[in-house]
């Protein structure tokens, strides 16, 4: 696709729930990551892919939060057991392999757990 | 370890007048430095970036930031504001390619 896509744009979830946050970066980026926004706040990094290999969880802030890129491709972010401390816009970005440093990010999920 | 500051979370201007958002770092290692845009309800839109080489950097919509190594400071400058700059803007800090540190954002407002 032209962008970084994420679905669904909104979850509302009790606590407790589980939920599953998905990113589909562009086509042919080999570089995924997983950022977690809260409210008044710049985005704080969660875990970073290099094609399927999960490179870097040191973001992730408990082991209820697990995130996997099987395929190279689309990424899912799985929360467990949903907490409201986890109500968040949750990012996607990637990159391309000759421009690395260059970040594009997806629109965002906005997580409300109540 | 490195982080960014912004200072001021709220910059307010009239339209037409200098926009001058602030950004310093600290890093042990030459950074790559960024400003990102974000308006509401989407996602980080990159306005410009310094890897390397010239250190007055342009970047989208007349934005343009310079990258001042003693000063330590990456702030981010648009001659005349336009109604359609209001937005949050982010300064970010990476060196690795994979850990870019976010800085927590300047709300620009812009008053006609």
């Known amino acids: 696709g032209a962008g970084v896509s994420q679905s669904p744009r909104y979850k509302v979830a009790k606590r407790g729930q589980d939920v599953a946050l998905r990113c589909d970066p562009i086509?042919?980026?080999?570089?995924l990551f997983w950022y977690q926004q809260a409210l008044g706040q710049g985005p704080e990094f969660l875990t970073y892919?290099?094609?399927?290999?999960?490179?870097?969880k040191s973001g992730l802030p408990s082991d209820r939060f697990f995130a996997e890129r099987p395929e190279g491709s689309v990424s899912t972010l799985k929360i467990q057991r949903t907490q409201q401390e986890d109500s968040a816009v949750y990012l996607c970005?990637?990159?391309?392999?000759?421009?690395?440093?260059?970040?594009?990010f997806g629109p965002g999920t906005r997580l409300l757990v109540l | 370890a490195q982080s960014v500051t912004q200072l001021g979370s709220h910059v307010s201007v009239s339209e037409g007048a200098l926009v001058l958002l602030r950004c310093n770092y600290s890093?042990?290692?030459?950074?790559?430095l960024f400003w990102y845009v974000q308006y509401p309800n989407q996602g980080l839109q990159l306005l410009l970036k310094?890897?390397?080489?010239?250190?007055l950097v342009k970047g989208i919509n007349g934005f343009e930031a310079e990258f001042k190594k003693s000063e330590t400071s990456f702030h981010l400058t648009k001659p005349s504001a336009h109604m359609s700059d209001a937005a949050e803007y982010f300064c970010?800090?990476?060196?690795?390619?994979?850990?870019?540190?976010f800085g927590a954002g300047t709300r620009l407002t812009v008053k006609p």
């Open positions: 086509s042919g980026h080999v570089s």
């Open positions: 892919f290099q094609n399927e290999a999960q490179l870097d």
């Open positions: 890093s042990s290692v030459p950074p790559y």
């Open positions: 310094y890897t390397t080489g010239a250190t």
């Open positions: 970010a800090v990476s060196y690795n390619n994979n850990d870019m540190r």
């Open positions: 970005a990637s990159s391309s392999s000759w421009n690395r440093e260059t970040q594009y």
